[in-house]
């Protein structure tokens, strides 16, 4: 079993693309996408395909990083909507054959340091 | 190069124990701790001590998930305080001889999903 690096390499450049049938070729039928943030869970590879094809705004996939081992991956990705970015952490899990069967997303948004460590640190 | 997964379960059971001398050996004299949310970085392996140790809160570990691959890892923790959890994702790099050189974490909040994909998600 080979490490998940090209697959999830292919998933964002797929979703990217806009290319629905490429995106749904790497997915397994019972795959399983969860989003902990919202407790959202969504079951099936034709109602997640619909999910991503229907997702609202013009984004633009860029990747920063995959970590890839036999069966899992994860991603860190800069999702660019006009001027405006924000970050995505994904953790995969595939079967046998490549095929990803669980999705796991994070969306992490901007937020102020809390006070007293400014001796330790600098912005940037 | 072996891969980082025992490093990384050594760094969370280390910081779980409050045992600094633990955490401390397993970083690089130069490691680059960034949070990408707030901006800050803390650069060096006494500064990045310091932070932890001095970081508030009756904070327990828990490992979600650990993806690792030689020279890089991930990992999905739950971070409990009394019953409140929160989850973080914490990207690490290391040198050629298995010290930590980079660390970065992210920490998503719950949110509420928007509305319009009721039909495909369920909630949990």
Redesign the interface.
């Known amino acids: 079993m080979t490490?998940l690096r090209s697959t999830v390499e292919s998933y964002w450049a797929a979703a990217d693309a806009r290319d629905w049938d490429a995106f749904a070729g790497l997915l397994a039928e019972d795959v399983v996408y969860?989003?902990?943030?919202?407790?959202?869970?969504?079951?099936g590879r034709e109602?997640y395909v619909?999910?991503n094809r229907?997702y609202p705004g013009d984004w633009r996939v860029r990747i920063e990083?995959i970590?890839?081992?036999p069966g899992?991956?994860?991603s860190?990705i800069l999702l660019a909507v006009g001027l405006e970015e924000t970050?995505a952490?994904t953790?995969f899990t595939a079967d046998e054959d490549g095929r990803i069967t669980a999705v796991t997303d994070?969306?992490?948004?901007?937020?102020?340091?809390p006070a007293g460590?400014e001796r330790?640190?600098?912005?940037?």
Chains 1, 2 share one sequence.
Do not use: N
């Not at 330790?120 to 940037?124: A, I, K, M, N, P």
């Open positions: 490490d969860t989003l902990p943030q919202t407790r959202e869970r969504i079951s109602r619909a999910f229907e990083r970590v890839a081992e899992h991956a994860v860190w970050q952490i953790f994070f969306w992490p948004e901007p937020y102020e340091p460590r330790l640190v600098e912005r940037y």
